[in-house]
Every structure is written in C-alpha cells, then in structure tokens.
C-alpha cells in the first residue's frame, strides 16, 4: 500500500509559479507510473500530467503544456509539478496518484492517490 503526501500549494498571483511535491512511501516507488490530475469547484476530477517508472518520459494535458513540468527522483521518493505562468484557470486542489500499471493518463487506471493540495491564483 503506497501512501501519497502532497504539498506545495498555496495562493499566487496570476503569472506566478508553484512547486508542488508527493513523497511516497510504504511501496516501492520506481514501480509506480505517477500522475498529477486536478479537480475544481463543481467539475470532473482532471488529468493534468503523468510521468513514466524511470521519469524518461511525461505526458501532459492540452491545457497546461509549456507551462507545467512533471519530474520525479525515485532516490527521494518523490515526484513533483513545477507550475509555471499560472493563470486563474489553474486554481484546483491537486491530487498526486500513483499506478501499477505501464502507461496512466486516466483517473480510473491510478490506484493510489494523496488527500490533495489546493491551489489558488488571483487574477
């Protein structure tokens, strides 16, 4: 059972930027594909990026491309979202997931996931 912490968020302006964090522990970490998704006020819980085992490779969704980084350092047991030119749009809480499977860029293939972090962007 792997147990997900999330932190880093916070309230910023928009433009601004965000360093979350998800430390892991009780699995092994490097066996997880893990993600981050995000759900507002009133909406679906989202997809916002995922990264591979070893972190050779990201996916991310459309609406933050070029501005959010997905990395992770399986030595640290934790995978992190660098958030770049905020915009009002981005205020969520932020979930960390993890997933035993190869490839996950949807909710229901993520098996694992953290209490979440909120994020606020003024505009």
């Known amino acids: 059972q792997v147990r997900l912490v999330e932190s880093g968020g916070g309230l910023v302006q928009a433009g601004g930027s965000l360093r979350l964090s998800c430390a892991a522990s009780?699995?092994?970490?490097?066996?997880?594909?893990m993600g981050w998704f995000r759900q507002a006020p009133g909406k679906e819980r989202a997809f916002v990026a995922t990264?591979?085992?070893?972190?050779?490779?990201?996916n991310y969704a459309d609406s933050v491309k070029g501005r959010f980084t997905i990395s992770r350092d399986n030595a640290k047991n934790t995978v992190y979202l660098q958030m770049n030119s905020l915009k009002p749009d981005d205020t969520a809480v932020y979930y960390c997931?993890?997933?035993?499977?190869?490839?996950?860029?949807?909710?229901?293939?993520?098996?694992?996931w953290g209490q979440g972090t909120q994020v606020t962007v003024s505009s």
């Open positions: 997931a993890a997933s035993e499977r190869l490839i996950a860029t949807m909710r229901g293939e993520y098996d694992y």
């Open positions: 009780g699995g092994t970490f490097n066996s997880y594909v």
């Open positions: 990264v591979t085992r070893t972190g050779g490779r990201q």
